[in-house]
C-alpha cells in the first residue's frame, strides 16, 4: 500500500521488530544495528538483533539507529518481503559478517566474589518474510538454497507469513 519499495521495507522491518521485541525476556533487546568488536570490525547493517541490554551496553544510538558490541548478540534476522533463493543467500552474508567478529569475555569481581567469563558462543542467524516466492513454499527449492549458504552464514531458523516457519537444529554454525 506504501507504493514505495523502501517505505514498504521500513515498515515490515518495523513490524516484525515490535513483534520481536512483544515475544522476547525484558533482558534483552531488538535493535536494527552495526554489530562491532574489540578490534575495529563491524557487520553489515542488521535489519534486526537480539541482543544483551542489561549487561552490554550499546555503544552508540542515534534514533533508531545503532551500534552494538558483538559479545551481547544472541541472534541477528534479515528482513525481507519474501523469500526466495537471492534472499536466502543475501541473508546468509548479512549473518556472516555478525559471525566473523571478534567476541571477548573476560572475569569480572562483583559483591559475591568473581565471575568467570562467558563462554564464546555463535549467534543465531535467520531470515523474516512475508511471503514466499517459490509456489512450492519450504519445499525443495527452498531446501536447495538453503543448502547453498556456507559457513560462516548459514541460517539457523526463519519465518514465513502464511507459509511456516524452519529451524535447522544440529547444524555447526561455524565462524
Given at each position: 500500500?506504501?507504493?514505495?519499495?523502501?517505505?514498504?521495507?521500513?515498515?515490515?522491518?518495523?513490524?516484525?521488530?515490535?513483534?520481536?521485541?512483544?515475544?522476547?525476556?525484558?533482558?534483552?533487546?531488538?535493535?536494527?544495528?552495526?554489530?562491532?568488536?574489540?578490534?575495529?570490525?563491524?557487520?553489515?547493517?542488521?535489519?534486526?538483533?537480539?541482543?544483551?541490554?542489561?549487561?552490554?551496553?550499546?555503544?552508540?544510538?542515534?534514533?533508531?539507529?545503532?551500534?552494538?558490541?558483538?559479545?551481547?548478540?544472541?541472534?541477528?534476522?534479515?528482513?525481507?518481503?519474501?523469500?526466495?533463493?537471492?534472499?536466502?543467500?543475501?541473508?546468509?552474508?548479512?549473518?556472516?559478517?555478525?559471525?566473523?567478529?571478534?567476541?571477548?569475555?573476560?572475569?569480572?569481581?562483583?559483591?559475591?566474589?568473581?565471575?568467570?567469563?562467558?563462554?564464546?558462543?555463535?549467534?543465531?542467524?535467520?531470515i523474516l518474510c512475508g511471503s514466499c516466492g517459490?509456489?512450492?513454499?519450504?519445499?525443495?527449492?527452498?531446501?536447495?538454497?538453503?543448502?547453498?549458504?556456507?559457513?560462516?552464514?548459514r541460517l539457523d531458523l526463519g519465518c514465513v507469513?502464511?507459509?511456516?516457519?524452519f529451524d535447522v537444529p544440529n547444524r555447526e554454525?561455524?565462524?
Amino acid at each position: 500500500a506504501a507504493g514505495h519499495t523502501g517505505v514498504q521495507g521500513d515498515g515490515s522491518e518495523h513490524l516484525w521488530i515490535d513483534l520481536l521485541r512483544r515475544r522476547i525476556p525484558p533482558r534483552s533487546q531488538v535493535s536494527k544495528a552495526i554489530v562491532v568488536d574489540s578490534a575495529g570490525g563491524r557487520s553489515h547493517q542488521i535489519d534486526a538483533i537480539i541482543h544483551d541490554r542489561q549487561y552490554s551496553p550499546q555503544v552508540w544510538e542515534r534514533g533508531e539507529h545503532c551500534y552494538v558490541p558483538a559479545e551481547s548478540v544472541y541472534a541477528a534476522f534479515e528482513i525481507k518481503p519474501e523469500i526466495n533463493r537471492g534472499y536466502v543467500l543475501y541473508a546468509a552474508q548479512k549473518v556472516a559478517s555478525v559471525r566473523r567478529l571478534a567476541r571477548t569475555s573476560s572475569t569480572f569481581g562483583w559483591a559475591n566474589g568473581t565471575h568467570q567469563g562467558r563462554e564464546d558462543f555463535v549467534p543465531l542467524g535467520g531470515i523474516l518474510c512475508g511471503s514466499c516466492g517459490w509456489e512450492s513454499g519450504l519445499g525443495d527449492p527452498f531446501k536447495d538454497a538453503l543448502e547453498a549458504t556456507v559457513a560462516p552464514g548459514r541460517l539457523d531458523l526463519g519465518c514465513v507469513l502464511g507459509r511456516g516457519a524452519f529451524d535447522v537444529p544440529n547444524r555447526e554454525r561455524p565462524r
